[in-house]
């Protein structure tokens, strides 16, 4: 909020805990002057007196003072004491009291519940109309153009040279035959950096390597190995069910063979880079990736190499991961192009799976961004975590956010790295529709199949049918189904976290109009109202 807008204000807004005359002060302060031993002024002084006799005056006023006019002074510097401390108290309350707001949004009050009375929650600056209109008119903005293929091609050669351009017809995994180079006996997964970093993997590895040797083919000569892309990808989001889908895909007999649900290569890994914290450190190469539907791989080929009926199951494993940050990850391209004045992203992750791999299958699972956001909190902060303190962290992030928006444009703030690491909760991971109307750019929409988290708990069966008629596999047997359907839920909520209840109502209310008008965008584009998460 400008500053003058906190002087001036408007008949319609009431809270005025950002303005520092709303201080406890007598209505006469300030209305009169007050006279102290430093004021030296005699109201019968005429104007033309000798300034040579100015010293002796001086005196004669320092002894002329009265008691009365002291204690005045005792008693005026006391109040402006005890003023001065009440400010610097609720400066500490609250914030600097003098500072503008940074951006030009209308304040719009977020009352708090009665049980949030003893906790300091600050003023809201939210207005959802103009929110919803900078929406609407960023829409055309916010529909990326997609990159010419040869330019994502040209930023990572070595990439597109390791995966051919079409892939083995009568398997159903996007497969190809690579030449097996150098010594047959050398170990192909001693390098490996997901073994290094993953015990369990570094496990599956020393089961591979025994049976390696044994599923190289001779081909006119030339030893070849099977290598296989994932055939399905669970992208997103965090907290909304990906891990407990992916684990019950694992029980079926086609996709058991996969190992790591979240290597985070297309978004992290191959940039190298873990956590931003540590900086960047050795990448981690395609190969590397591909190891790790070496199992699935290494079945499918004995498949092949075997009788006619194994053949047939082996041609329907299918290959598949599930992180949760290949949706909207694209951080790293900042952090690579620091110095370039770059508004967005130039490449997105989506760019390179479509590049390598047309025909994937692209599962997305969302929830109510508003639960959503509170479950991130709680699973991702490590201490000192209370409502109260969510409800500050999401006060803060949403007018962080706001600013943004009144420089740039949506996708570019919802692409911001620098605001991203800035808020201190991960806001726009909520803002579905940016995220899913990027992907549906690149894939065609029967390629990708959203799902809500509240239909996945409410009707497991039902929705977890939709998952196996998008990846076409089954019909299940009647123990797999059963097993399946009673498996307990994944990754749910801590004990601990669980006991310190729900949001406050106000932080409800606030991010449900925060994430209204990005839910009604994801409604339209999806062309269905489940998404708009109402009340019912």
């Known amino acids: 909020m400008p500053l003058k807008d906190s002087k001036n204000g408007s008949n319609t807004h009431k809270d005025h805990s950002h303005r520092p005359h709303n201080l406890p002060l007598t209505d006469k302060f300030g209305k009169r002057s007050i006279r102290t031993f430093l004021d030296f002024r005699q109201t019968n002084m005429p104007e033309s007196r000798d300034i040579k006799g100015l010293p002796l005056l001086c005196l004669i006023n320092l002894t002329c003072i009265s008691k009365v006019k002291v204690a005045s002074f005792l008693v005026g510097l006391t109040l402006m004491f005890l003023i001065t401390a009440s400010y610097l108290l609720m400066w500490d309350r609250k914030g600097f009291l003098l500072s503008a707001f940074p951006h030009p949004f209308r304040p719009v009050d977020i009352t708090t519940s009665k049980s949030t009375a003893e906790v300091s929650l600050d003023t809201t600056f939210v207005d959802v109309k103009v929110l919803g209109k900078i929406i609407n008119c960023n829409e055309q903005n916010t529909s990326r153009r997609t990159p010419d293929e040869k330019d994502v091609i040209s930023t990572d050669p070595h990439l597109f040279s390791v995966i051919p351009r079409h892939f083995l017809p009568h398997i159903k995994s996007p497969c190809w035959y690579e030449e097996v180079s150098g010594d047959i006996g050398m170990d192909p997964y001693k390098n490996n950096r ?70 985070h290569w297309w978004t992290r890994k191959r940039f190298g880079y873990i956590r931003f914290k540590r900086g960047f450190q050795d990448r981690f190469p395609i190969e590397d990736y591909l190891d790790l539907f070496d199992l699935a791989a290494i079945n499918i080929q004995e498949g092949i190499s075997g009788n006619s009926s194994g053949q047939h199951r082996a041609l329907q494993i299918i290959t598949g991961e599930a992180s949760a940050s290949t949706m909207w990850d694209n951080q790293a391209w ?107 750019t690149i894939f065609q929409r029967e390629q990708i199949l959203v799902l809500r988290l509240e239909d996945y708990a409410a009707d497991l069966k039902k929705t977890i049918k939709k998952v196996f008629d998008f990846l076409s596999v089954g019909p299940l047997s009647e123990q797999v189904e059963a097993a399946l359907t009673k498996r307990p839920m994944s990754n749910t909520r801590r004990a601990k976290d669980r006991s310190l209840g729900p949001m406050l109502p106000a932080t409800r209310n606030l991010l449900s109009q925060f994430y209204q008008p990005f839910n009604s965008k994801l409604a339209g584009i999806l062309n269905t109202k489940a998404f708009l998460w109402s009340p019912s």
């Open 194 to 263: 997901f073994s290094l970093r993953s015990k369990r993997f570094k496990n599956v590895c020393d089961h591979m390597r025994a049976r390696f040797h044994q599923n190289v083919c001779n081909i006119d000569g030339k030893l070849f190995r099977l290598r296989c892309l994932p055939y399905f990808y669970i992208i997103g989001q965090p907290k909304c069910g990906t891990t407990d889908l992916f684990h019950r895909l694992l029980m079926l007999p086609e996709v058991k063979f996969n190992t790591i649900k979240e290597p």
């Open 334 to 440: 900042s952090y690579l192009h620091e110095n370039e004045e770059e508004i967005e992203p130039p490449f997105l992750a989506q760019d390179f799976i479509h590049a390598v791999q047309p025909g994937a299958k692209i599962i997305i699972m969302l929830r109510d961004p508003v639960e959503r956001l509170y479950s991130d909190y709680l699973y991702f902060t490590l201490a000192n975590k209370s409502a109260e303190d969510f409800h500050q962290k999401v006060v803060e992030s949403v007018q962080l956010f706001q600013s943004c928006l009144s420089e740039k444009s949506l996708r570019s703030c919802v692409y911001n790295t620098s605001l991203f690491n800035t808020m201190p909760v991960r806001l726009n991971l909520g803002m579905y529709f940016v995220f899913v109307l990027d992907w549906l």
